[in-house]
Nanobody, 121 residues
Framework: QVQLVESGGALVQPGGSLRLSCAASGTIASVNTMAWYRQAPGKQRELVATIPSGLRAHYTDSVKGRFTISRENAKNTVYLQMTSLTPEDTAVYYC???????????????WGQGTQVTVSS
């Protein structure tokens, strides 16, 4: 069994910065695309950023220039560096990854439990 665990969520003031981490653990053979999503109260979950293995990252327009997604493949970890945060960034942030478990020949999309980011003065 594999799982994703996010960390780094916190209460931060507008204009502040925060770095989220998400680590995959378990009997992992390989990890393909990793991504960050977020869901604000009363809103649909939205894709924030993706970073396919060996390819360029992509961002939703609202975070371009402010957020940076990166990954450390040796640790099966994805990060989201967030700067210039605004109240509109308040949401539960979820990581997502396509993971192939040892002994299998396919990838399975896996979700983390989410970490709360609150931007408020």
């Amino acid at each position: 069994q594999v799982q994703l665990v996010e960390s780094g969520g916190a209460l931060v003031q507008p204009g502040g910065s925060l770095r989220l981490s998400c680590a995959a653990s378990g009997t992992i053979a390989s990890v393909n695309t990793m991504a960050w999503y977020r869901q604000a109260p009363g809103k649909q979950r939205e894709l924030v950023a993706t970073i396919p293995s060996g390819l360029r990252a992509h961002y939703t327009d609202s975070v371009k220039g402010r957020f940076t997604i990166s990954r450390e493949n040796a640790k099966n970890t994805v990060y989201l560096q967030m700067t210039s945060l605004t109240p509109e960034d308040t949401a539960v942030y979820y990581c997502n990854a396509d993971i192939r478990q040892l002994g299998t020949w396919h990838y399975t999309q896996t979700w983390g439990q989410g970490t709360q980011v609150t931007v408020s003065s």
